[in-house]
């Protein structure tokens, strides 16, 4: 009777549980589908500002391709305002479980994540996007007359852009789970040449068949990696030192 008991409180842990996140998620979703009518709404200035910095002549081949160029910008604007709210809420879950320290030290981590993803996307957009632009125009110099749809150079910088957005977050995201005692150090530096292969074939996907700009594109994903190994063991270390100072204080009582 007492198992059954105990079983039905846990089940009963898990459904709040579930419900609260699934809470949480809602509130996001909503944030994003407002932000995205924002961005929606400033569609025209958004989509001058980066035609300006386009070396050619953008064209429409469909009374749809603008539409999309609108989803594209509001998805954008979408992701910009909702990431650090998204991380807001999951620390708002995570809270109760935490110590007044780690609550202090976690909430930290909710604008560095904004700042990170704003760094990566201005990365991606500054750096990556000119060098495979530049790259992809002087292979087709003189050789035939080039046309670009509104809408392909759309998709191609959000390709450029997000997955760079994402990458500049793995250092803060080793911190945290080295924090939780799910990461080491040691693991990330034994799984090294495994990240690196991963790194490089994601690095051909982002940039065009050319092996020096792969390896270009691939550099600074490999660099966030070693980054990220570091950052790792500051936290491990503290971790380890604090958990030693806990066992000497036991030891003593």
Do not use: C
Request: charged letters at 15%; hydrophobic letters at 55%; zero cysteines.
């Amino acid at each position: 009777m007492a198992n059954d008991q105990q079983i039905s409180q846990n089940e009963m842990d898990w459904t709040e549980h579930l419900g609260e996140l699934r809470k949480r998620f809602f509130w996001s979703f909503i944030v994003f589908a407002l932000s995205f009518g924002v961005g929606f709404y400033f569609r025209e200035e958004i989509y001058l500002y980066i035609a300006n910095d386009v070396p050619f002549q953008l064209t429409v081949l469909s009374p749809f391709d603008i539409i999309w160029v609108y989803v594209i910008i509001g998805t954008m604007v979408g992701l910009i305002i909702t990431v650090p709210f998204l991380a807001f809420q999951l620390w708002l879950f995570i809270k109760p479980g935490l110590t007044k320290h780690e609550k202090r030290v976690s909430l930290l981590y909710v604008p560095a994540i904004f700042i990170l993803f704003i760094l990566g996307l201005a990365f991606g957009y500054f750096v990556i996007k000119d060098l495979v632009l530049n790259f992809l125009l002087n292979l087709s110099d003189g050789l035939v007359n080039e046309m670009f749809t509104v809408n392909n150079y759309f998709k191609f910088i959000l390709q450029i852009t997000v997955p760079f957005a994402f990458f500049f977050e793995v250092p803060l995201i080793a911190m945290f789970l080295t924090s939780l005692g799910i990461l080491t150090p040691a693991f990330m530096k034994k799984t090294r040449k495994f990240a690196y292969l991963i790194l490089v074939v994601i690095g051909t996907m982002l940039s065009p068949p050319d092996f020096i700009l792969q390896l270009v594109v691939a550099a600074p994903l490999i660099f966030l990696y070693e980054l990220a190994i570091i950052t790792s063991g500051i936290v491990y270390r503290k971790r380890m030192k604090k958990l030693e100072e806990l066992n000497q204080q036991s030891k003593e009582l």
